[in-house]
């Protein structure tokens, strides 16, 4: 087997078992799309035009439930900020990438992607690429697929399920799983009881002002911690 | 239309957040203070969501006992296993035992 073959079953059997935690986002992007009255193949192409669950999840709900587009929107690009880190952290491995390379890397930058690229920063540059893009591509294509899945699922699963609190339910569990320090933790009670007592604002506008007061407040609980 | 101009407003600033110092700054360091705050983002957005997403259009919090005990077993499967699928498993279990016996 040539090393570039070798590289590229890498990145396949390194993608695929990371993948199992996105697929009951996928099935209920797929059903929350059905349900939000948004046309299906425009739900859908937030798989490959956002390309990133939680941005999508919260978009479509926000935009399904009757929130200001502004609004939505809004949520949605706050709940992907975090790539930022991503960005800068791989920054310097992508300098030795070709342009096309670079313009390609970030798009297939997802959570998992991230994790399994870190692990490889000190790969040769070619080694590097061939396994960004196996790995990057499996997570795309499984996306897709399963996102497709679960909009054909929809129109199935019957509302009395009420099967958009699921929505809810899935972002509890990466909450509580992203919870490595109390002030994550004051973040996110601070997050939610701000919005709550925000409720009555329109637009569902006090969504962000939960989320802007949650980060101040963990930062400063941090700045206390260290 | 708006749906998909919306789609395409926060794939193009989901991209630019992937890339933005991959292709433009790469020489350019995230302060400290901003790296500290990002780290926040997660869990202040999501928890803040999942009080949004229970808000009906009146602007009044829809919650009762079955919300409140899936968040309660969910949150302890989720810690206990960190695994998605037994979370939503558990957790829309008990929402939906909860709510069929009350």
């Known amino acids: 087997m040539s090393p570039d073959r070798s590289i590229v079953k890498q990145g396949i059997a390194d993608a695929v078992p990371l993948f199992v935690p ?41 935009l399904g439930s009757g929130a200001a587009v502004a609004a939505a929107i809004s949520a949605g690009l706050v709940v992907n900020a975090r790539h930022l880190m991503y960005s800068a952290a791989m920054a310097p491995v992508f300098q030795h990438q070709p342009r096309w390379m670079r313009w390609i890397g970030p798009y297939l930058l997802i959570d998992q992607q991230f994790a399994l690229a870190m692990l490889r920063a000190d790969d040769d540059r070619r080694t590097f690429r061939t ?5 990057g591509l499996v997570f795309w294509t499984m996306w897709q697929i399963t996102t497709v899945v679960g909009i054909m699922l929809g129109p199935i699963v019957p509302v009395s ?11 509890l569990g ?11 933790l004051i973040a996110a009670l601070v997050g939610a009881g701000v919005t709550y007592l925000s409720a009555g604002m329109p637009n569902r506008a006090g969504l962000l002002v939960g989320a802007f007061v949650g980060i101040l407040v963990g930062t400063i609980a941090e700045r206390i911690r260290e | 239309m708006t749906d998909l ?9 989901t991209y630019l957040s992937r890339g933005v110092f991959i292709l433009a700054l ?8 901003v790296l500290v705050a990002l780290q926040f983002v997660a869990p202040a957005v999501l928890s803040a969501l999942i009080v949004a997403l229970l808000i009906d259009s009146d602007g009044n919090i829809a919650i009762g006992v079955a919300e409140v005990s899936a968040f309660v077993v969910g949150g302890a499967v989720a810690y206990k296993t960190r695994n998605h699928i ?17």
């Open chain 2, 5 to 13: 101009l919306a789609i395409i407003a926060v794939g193009t600033g």
């Open chain 2, 26 to 33: 790469a020489n350019k360091k995230i302060p400290d203070s």
């Open chain 1, 174 to 184: 990466l909450i509580v799983m992203g919870i490595d320090k109390y002030p994550k």
């Open chain 2, 86 to 102: 037994l979370t939503l498993i558990t957790g829309m279990g008990v929402f939906w035992l909860v709510r069929a016996l009350i």
């Open chain 1, 161 to 171: 399920w009420s099967l958009e609190f699921a929505v809810s339910i899935l972002f």
């Open chain 1, 22 to 62: 996105a697929i009951p986002f996928a099935f209920v992007i797929g059903v929350v799309i059905v349900d939000s009255g948004i046309s299906p193949v425009v739900g859908w192409s937030s798989s490959w035009i956002i390309f990133g669950g939680a941005a999508q999840l919260t978009l479509i709900s926000l």
């Open chain 1, 131 to 135: 396994y960004y893009l196996s790995s």
